[in-house]
């Protein structure tokens, strides 16, 4: 009969396997219940009814480049495929729809349930900051609204 060596390993490897399926049951837990900060206000945006929810309240994140913020945007009114190119940026004022259409980033996309979007947003966020949406239709009419960034997203350095 062969004799185990008494090695850190050998005493602790069914603790340690122990311990990775409590985690593996912890984190199945986090991500079926996940916990999303409050909504911001309902507005109406033309035919458009608008309720934009941050996915967090981490800082903002680098993301190809450019410092952006994660939303889920739930449209209430008005239908999606009525827009031809939508973005939310988050500034002290809107970015014009000309240097928008220059990337990718800051677009909504999705489907008539929800439209995610990597909004474009400062390194670091303050209250004089906005959350600005853009929409422009397919007869090119540009709309624009804005919402008071929620103090729990400011960053605090």
């Known amino acids: 009969?062969?004799?185990?060596?008494?090695?850190?390993w050998?005493?602790?490897?069914?603790k340690i396997n122990g311990l990775i399926l409590?985690?593996?049951?912890?984190?199945?837990?986090?991500?079926?219940?996940?916990e999303f900060p409050d909504a911001l206000p309902t507005?109406?945006?033309?035919?458009?009814e608008?309720?934009?929810?941050?996915?967090?309240v981490d800082a903002p994140y680098l993301h190809d480049g450019t410092y952006t913020k994660d939303f889920l945007l739930l449209f209430s009114k008005g239908q999606v495929s009525a827009i031809r190119q939508a973005y939310l940026t988050?500034?002290?004022?809107?970015?014009?729809l000309a240097t928008l259409q220059l990337g990718d980033a800051?677009?909504?996309?999705?489907?008539?349930?929800?439209?995610?979007?990597?909004?474009?947003?400062p390194e670091v966020l303050r209250a004089e900051h906005?959350?600005?949406?853009?929409?422009?239709?397919?007869?090119?009419q540009h709309q624009v609204t804005s919402w008071a960034l929620p103090e729990v997203l400011y960053s605090h350095h």
């Open 1 to 8: 009969m062969a004799r185990m060596q008494n090695t850190i």
């Open 10 to 14: 050998n005493r602790y490897k069914y």
């Open 22 to 34: 409590v985690l593996v049951g912890y984190f199945l837990y986090q991500s079926l219940f996940p």
């Open 43 to 48: 507005q109406e945006l033309g035919a458009f």
């Open 50 to 56: 608008v309720t934009p929810i941050p996915y967090n």
């Open 90 to 96: 988050i500034g002290i004022d809107p970015l014009p």
């Open 106 to 121: 800051g677009i909504l996309h999705g489907s008539q349930h929800g439209q995610e979007v990597h909004a474009i947003a």
């Open 130 to 140: 906005k959350v600005w949406l853009t929409i422009e239709d397919w007869q090119g």
